[in-house]
């Protein structure tokens, strides 16, 4: 099994910034992409970023491109989501997500989530 516990959000102002944190344990060798996603109030959840944590390649949505940045620590299994130019829009739960490779296929791991509030 692998947990995930997320560190970093808060209150900001609208173009602030901050970074995200999300420390792995457990069965960490057998997780193979890191992720962000949110979920806004009312509304389902959906992928920020992800990177495939071997390789470092990443993925954005295109709502944060040029606004974020993942990043990994591959030995640790630690994750990172620097967020820039903050928006009200971002304003949401975010998860952080680990994925290793069931007998079934993918299978996905969440934390608890972090608050993150983007208000003057």
């Known amino acids: 099994q692998v947990q995930l516990v997320e560190s970093g959000g808060g209150l900001v102002q609208p173009g602030g910034s901050l970074r995200l944190s999300c420390a792995a344990s457990?069965?960490?060798?057998?997780?193979?992409?890191m992720g962000w996603y949110r979920q806004a109030p009312g509304k389902q959840r959906d992928l920020v970023a992800t990177?495939?944590?071997?390789?470092?390649?990443?993925n954005y949505t295109d709502s944060v491109k040029g606004r974020a940045t993942i990043s990994s620590d591959n030995a640790k299994k630690t994750v990172y989501l620097q967020l820039n130019a903050l928006k009200p829009e971002d304003t949401a739960v975010y998860y952080c997500n680990a994925q290793t490779m069931g007998l079934n296929g993918v299978v996905n791991h969440w934390g608890q989530g972090t608050q993150v509030t983007v208000s003057s």
């Open positions: 457990g069965s960490i060798s057998e997780i193979y992409a």
């Open positions: 990177t495939i944590t071997s390789n470092g390649r990443t």
